[in-house]
C-alpha cells in the first residue's frame, strides 16, 4: 500500500517564476492538506483540499493556489516566486469518512524548493 | 502568533534514559493533539496523538500526557534508543477546521549510546 507520494523531491526555481507541486494521496483517503516547512521550523499549514474545493486556508498570500483532482490527488501551485518561498513542501493525507473518527494526517517525504 | 510552544528546542539523553518534550497552548478550541517524528531528508511521521478527554495515551515506548486545565501536553519516550534521535513535533488541530494542524517549533532530540 503507497504511503503519500510527492514529486518531484527536488526543484530550483528562479525568482519571478511559477512553480506546480504533485501529490498523490495514501490509498483511502480524501483529504489532502499543504504545509510549507522551513529550514529549522514546525510546518505551517497552507490550505486543505476536500471534494475538490479548497476548505482550509491557513495565512499564505494569494500567489499560493491548488486543485484537488477527482482522483483525490494534487497540486500546488505558487506564483511569482520570492526567495522566502525557499522551503520543503509537505502534503498531507487523511479521510473525513473513517469509521470511529479522524485517524491522522500522514505525510509525504516532501519537496525542497529551492529560489535563487 | 505561534499558537502551540513547545521545548525544550533540543535535548540529549544517554540511551536508556527517558526523554520529555513539552508543550503548550493557547486556543481551547484545539481537540486533537498528535506527535510527529521527523528525520533528515524525511516528511514527518505520525507518532501517537491524544484527544483531551483523556489524560493520557501509552503505545509502547511512547506515552502523551495531557492537562486540559493547563492547556498543556507532553511526550514521554521510555528507554530512549539512538535510532530515536530526530525532531519531533507536537501539533494541535480542530475537528470543525479539518484538523487543520498547528506545528510547535519541534526539538532535536539526541540520544547518545
Known amino acids: 500500500d503507497a504511503g503519500v507520494t510527492q514529486s518531484p523531491t527536488h526543484l530550483i526555481k528562479t525568482r519571478g517564476q511559477q512553480v506546480t507541486l504533485r501529490c498523490s494521496p495514501k490509498s483511502g483517503h480524501d483529504t489532502v492538506s499543504w504545509y510549507q516547512q522551513a529550514l529549522g521550523q514546525g510546518p505551517q499549514f497552507i490550505f486543505q483540499y476536500y471534494e475538490e474545493e479548497e476548505r482550509q486556508r491557513g495565512n499564505f498570500p494569494d500567489r499560493f493556489s491548488g486543485h484537488q483532482f477527482p482522483n483525490y490527488s494534487s497540486e500546488l501551485n505558487v506564483n511569482a516566486l520570492l526567495l522566502g518561498d525557499s522551503a520543503l513542501y509537505l502534503c498531507?493525507?487523511?479521510?473525513?469518512?473513517?469509521?470511529?473518527?479522524?485517524?491522522?494526517?500522514?505525510f509525504g517525504q516532501g519537496t525542497r524548493l529551492t529560489v535563487v | 502568533q505561534q499558537q502551540v510552544k513547545q521545548s525544550p528546542q533540543s535535548l540529549i539523553v544517554q540511551k536508556g534514559g527517558i526523554s520529555i518534550i513539552n508543550c503548550a497552548y493557547e486556543?481551547?478550541?484545539?481537540?486533537?493533539f498528535p506527535w510527529y517524528q521527523q528525520f533528515p531528508g524525511k516528511g514527518p511521521a505520525l507518532l501517537i496523538a491524544i484527544r483531551p478527554d483523556v489524560s493520557e495515551k501509552k503505545e509502547g515506548r511512547f506515552t502523551i500526557s495531557f492537562n486540559k486545565s493547563a492547556k498543556q501536553f507532553s511526550l514521554h519516550i521510555m528507554d530512549s534508543q539512538p535510532g530515536d534521535s530526530a525532531t519531533y513535533f507536537c501539533?494541535?488541530?480542530?475537528?470543525?477546521?479539518?484538523?487543520?494542524?498547528?506545528f510547535g517549533k519541534g526539538t532535536s532530540l539526541l540520544v547518545t549510546p
Open positions: 486556543n481551547t478550541a484545539f481537540d486533537y
Open positions: 498531507a493525507s487523511s479521510s473525513k469518512r473513517e469509521t470511529g473518527g479522524f485517524k491522522g494526517a500522514f
Open positions: 501539533a494541535a488541530g480542530n475537528s470543525n477546521s479539518g484538523y487543520a494542524l498547528n
